[in-house]
């Protein structure tokens, strides 16, 4: 195919916000306007990128829809292609896009036009992270994203919203710095940036754990793992509705995904040295971010600490090098990229009519919204990992994974399953049911017909892909695959390299 | 006497001149209409200069027995240094007029200034360093005091005067113990006899590096920096920020490279303890600051740290970051001055954080613009400031200095905290400041700069193929 596709797509938002800056925002009509023209952004690159799933070659594991252009230097060049692996988390983002434009829609009123550019650029920018196949290229994205995400927080935020957006940007900017210095080191020492050919290459043993941990840690605090997972809740707590959704998303799926993509290809021997680390800190995050999301008292809060706990799932299952943990890995991160933000949404609904996010001041909401209630009861349950929801599907497989590899990291994070019911069906319990005990709560109404739009799609998919999983894992599975023997491929290398210097040191 | 062997120093020549005689046009046409026409007289001459250079029309090579060197390199610099200069000239028009400081002077001192520093990136052998390098200086003291009625600016003049001398003295001292052991004043042959190792060429070196640090403000040398840089006038601080920074550093590059090689272990620890140093007091010490052109000093003395990152390995890829670096920083810190100059309440030039609050709200180009800007300070992708930053670290760790790129990288997260912070003020609080709107050549030069760093990432290899072609000229 000739048409460049991908930069089509990476394109049409940052032509949608070109578009916005021009409309006058003066009046209620312009605004009206800048409100339609990203949302048809949104929805023309969602079909754009549905093209992308329909011409899509699930049988091969190489990148596809490739383009080069001549870019920094003769080997950092603009390259971009997707594998199955980028395809869905590509789709995801296109997906929520429009669901973030429809839920800003009445919610937020000061300075719309910026805002619809600052999501439209980020919408350029998150895609360009899936796309790049060049480090320079996946960092320059990687990082940029941070701009927009920046005033996202910042501008229309909560109370706490500088707090909270500094310490993203900072915590996030200091985790990818490392890795800078680790894509320099490797343009030095390979005279090449591009994925596509780093793969085959042979870093030095020590070496390479030294460039997996500086990888690593930007990684981690995207993802975030603990101990580096603090800024997470506060960035959630402070950010308007879309602004979490996206966060949750997409942006953290940013971490998984760069595992996928370059540590684990790039760097197989320090991923294996380093897995047992990846282990702890995955039940850890499991277990102790369970525990804290029982005894939130801000909703959003809970859902932030649900989400780090489910992405402890994500990076356990990776670290599993089986196929199983590695597909589980990636559905639960296209999952909990539904889930999150769907529930995010649920909250924005109640936000949007009361301007709280205390659990307390709820309760009884059942009575007063019983559609809306019926909706938050799937997205409650499909973030337990109820079967029958997509959540089921990637905690089990994640966990299958595990319990192949190490029976005690199973065990430990299987309790984690337990703990998501704990805290979610008390949320659920304490906001949905129970007497009315608020006046206001006493007024609400029901679902009107935007956000009953906003919310359907994400019940259909959750339960069609809890149900149908293969749809995710078809596409996925020759990319994983190639992924897992290349990486055994490299282990099997390694282990007899130690069986020689055992030898040596032997004689 | 052939004529021929001064045109590679035409554009000193020329320079020096079109002051002389703007001075005496000054001296005897004493109305009000003469700063203008001074002002329009010098940017003709610089850009009269400056296209001289572009057309190719001034021949490379070394004129006054070897003192001056014309090659692909300094010419660079010069460039670099007469368009900063006529786009201070260019702004010194609206903004002197602002603040009622129409003097004649001050466009001179500013031309004598620029071929102190035009010399000072030519210069190959000691004492036209030490000439130019005063030449340069002397007109920039007056400068930072020509505000004589505001105690502020006469101090900035008088502590630049006097920790300036101090430094040259060191300076000197420094340069008269290489003469002494190496018996020559110029380069080539300082570099060849400078085979035998003795300790008192070491001391030389170090006193020279550190008059050198001074120039450029590098810790422990800059305490004058804040002062001088809040106290002048708001263009004359952007002149400092930019063309004396430049000079300085492509002369230090030309003096170290070319004349002293077979020392680099020994600079270059020195200029690692400098680079170090610089990038971190920068960095904390902008933190606390509320004043945007004493915030601004500390920034600039955190980005000459960086910068230094790139002469420490030597090597051509050093130099070549380097000169990218001074372009981008060039850009970057202009477009910032001016946006500062051009931003008034009421009347008023703002000073400190707290005027800009609320600027989104009622200049959201301009917002948008000092963020950009900011963000590309910070060395946040895909602005400019990130190849800048990219390209040194690549020098340095190309140099296995590694831990040099990691305390780089990590005063840049610093940093980016303090430029965070303006951006904050901007756009996340709300107030009662009212803008004045601003002049359109004002508007120009903000938006021709704005783009050029956002826009960097486009076609990133044409500064650069410019940046490496001048460096390539020291390493015949």
């Known amino acids: ?507 | 006497m052939n004529l021929l062997i001064f045109t590679p120093v035409l554009p000193e020549i020329a320079i020096t001149i079109a002051s002389m005689f703007l001075l005496i046009i000054g001296v005897f046409k004493k109305n009000e209409k003469t700063y203008t026409t001074i002002s329009n007289l010098a940017i003709f001459s610089l850009l009269a200069v400056l296209f001289l250079i572009f057309s190719g029309s001034v021949p490379k090579g070394i004129s006054f027995g070897g003192s001056l060197i014309t090659d692909s390199f300094s010419l660079y610099l010069k460039t670099l240094i007469l368009i900063s200069s006529i786009i201070i000239l260019v702004v010194s028009n609206i903004y002197l007029r602002n603040i009622n400081l129409l003097k004649f002077e001050y466009i001179i001192l500013i031309l004598l200034s620029v071929v102190g520093m035009m010399i000072m990136v030519s210069s190959n052998d000691l004492i036209s360093l030490y000439l130019s390098i005063e030449l340069q200086s002397l007109p920039l003291y007056v400068l930072a005091s020509i505000r004589n009625k505001s105690s502020k600016s006469t101090e900035s003049g008088l502590k630049y005067f006097v920790l300036g001398a101090l430094s040259s003295c060191i300076l000197l001292y420094g340069l008269s113990l290489i003469y002494g052991y190496t018996g020559s004043i110029y380069y080539n042959e300082i570099a060849s006899n400078l085979s035998e190792y003795d300790v008192g060429i070491l001391i030389g070196v170090a006193f020279t590096l550190a008059g050198f640090a001074f120039k450029i403000s590098a810790v422990p040398f800059h305490m004058w920096t804040p002062d001088v840089y809040e106290g002048s006038p708001t263009t004359v601080t952007a002149f400092f920020a930019v063309a004396p920074k430049i000079a300085a550093l492509g002369l230090i590059v030309r003096i170290l490279i070319t004349a002293m090689p077979t020392l680099i272990e020994d600079w270059q620890s020195i200029l690692i303890l400098l680079s170090i140093f610089s990038m971190l007091l920068g960095a904390f010490s902008a933190i606390g600051q509320r004043n945007l052109k004493r915030l601004l000093a500390y920034s600039s003395i955190s980005h000459m740290g960086f910068a230094l990152m790139g002469v420490i390995n030597g090597s051509f890829d050093g130099v070549r970051s380097l000169s990218l670096y001074m372009l981008i920083y060039l850009v970057m810190s202009l477009a910032l001055f001016i946006s500062i100059i051009a931003l008034k309440n009421n009347d008023e030039h703002i000073e400190n954080i707290e005027d800009i609050s609320g600027l989104a709200k009622i200049n959201p180009v301009m917002a948008l613009i000092i963020s950009i800007l900011l963000f590309s300070l910070a060395g946040i992708p895909p602005l400019a400031g990130f190849f800048a930053k990219f390209y040194v670290l690549y020098a340095a760790i190309d140099a296995k200095l590694y831990y040099l790129a990691i305390f780089g990288v990590l005063s840049s997260v610093i940093s980016a905290f303090y430029y965070l912070r303006i951006i904050k003020v901007m756009y996340f609080e709300e107030s009662a400041n009212s803008f004045d709107p601003i002049s359109k050549r004002l508007k120009t030069i903000i938006y021709l700069l704005t783009a050029i760093t956002l826009l960097f990432f486009l076609r990133p290899s044409i500064f650069i193929n410019f940046a490496g072609t001048a460096s390539a000229s020291l390493f015949i």
């Not at chain 1, 935020?157 to 990818?176: D, H, I, M, N, Q």
């Not at chain 1, 997972?229 to 959630?236: E, N, S």
């Not at chain 1, 932030?304 to 196929?323: E, L, N, P, Q, R």
């Open chain 1, 1 to 507: 195919m000739d048409w460049p596709i991908l930069s089509t797509i990476i394109l049409i938002p940052l032509l949608g916000s070109l578009t916005i800056l021009l409309i006058n925002s003066e009046d209620e009509i312009g605004r009206r306007n800048i409100k339609i023209v990203a949302l048809y952004t949104c929805i023309v690159n969602f079909l754009a990128s549905i093209f992308l799933w329909v011409n899509f070659d699930k049988l091969t594991s190489e990148f596809q829809f490739i383009e080069r252009y001549a870019w920094l230097a003769e080997n950092i060049t603009y390259h971009v292609g997707i594998d199955g692996i980028s395809l869905f988390l590509i789709i995801l983002t296109t997906f929520l896009m429009p669901f973030c434009i429809l839920a800003s829609w009445s919610s937020i009123s000061n300075k719309i036009k910026d805002y619809m550019v600052a999501f439209l650029i980020l919408e350029s920018l998150m895609i360009g992270v899936f796309c790049a196949l060049d480090l320079v290229v996946f960092y320059l994205f990687f990082e940029a994203c941070l701009i927009p995400m920046f005033l996202i927080i910042g501008v229309w935020g909560g109370a706490r919203r500088v707090y909270a957006t500094f310490k993203f940007f900072l915590y996030t900017l200091s985790g990818s710095v490392l890795m800078l210095i680790a894509i320099i080191y490797i343009y030095i020492v390979t005279g090449t940036t591009d994925v596509t050919i780093l793969s085959g290459y042979d870093f030095n043993y020590s070496i390479q754990n030294w460039l997996w941990l500086a990888f690593f840690i930007s990684f981690a605090v995207k993802m975030p793992m603990f101990p580096v997972h603090t800024w997470l809740p506060d960035a959630h707590v402070e950010a308007p509705t879309a602004g979490s959704v996206i966060l949750a998303g997409v942006l953290l799926k940013m971490g998984g995904y760069g595992i996928l993509r370059f540590s684990i290809p790039l760097f197989p021997i320090g991923s294996f040295v380093f897995t047992d680390l990846v282990f702890v800190l995955s039940v850890i995050a499991i277990i102790y971010t369970s525990f804290i999301a029982i005894a939130q008292e801000d909703i959003k809060k809970l859902i932030a600490y649900s989400s780090v706990a489910h992405m402890g799932f994500v990076t356990m299952g990776i670290f599993t090098f089986t196929d199983q943990g590695i597909q589980g890995g990636v559905f639960q991160m296209i999952s909990h990229g539904l889930i999150s933000s769907a529930l995010f949404l649920s909250v924005g609904v109640i936000y949007d009519r009361l301007h709280t996010r205390e659990i307390e001041v709820y309760g009884g909401v059942v009575k007063k919204m019983p559609i809306y209630a019926a909706f938050f009861l799937v997205f409650t349950m499909a973030n337990i990992g109820l079967p029958g929801t997509s959540g089921f599907v990637g905690e089990f497989l994640t966990l299958l994974g595990a319990f192949k590899v190490n029976l005690y990291v199973a065990f430990f994070a299987t309790t984690g399953v337990i703990l998501s019911a704990a805290y979610a069906l008390w949320l659920y319990k304490r906001v949905i049911f129970g007497v009315i005990t608020n006046d206001e709560v006493e007024k609400l109404l029901d679902l009107n017909l935007r956000e009953y739009i906003i919310l359907l799609p994400f019940v259909l998919l959750i339960i069609l892909f809890g149900v149908y999983p293969n749809m995710v894992i078809d596409l996925t599975a020759a990319s994983t695959t190639n992924l897992i023997d290349n990486y055994n491929y490299a282990i099997e290398q390694y282990q007899s390299h130690l069986v020689s210097v055992n030898l040596e040191i032997g004689t």
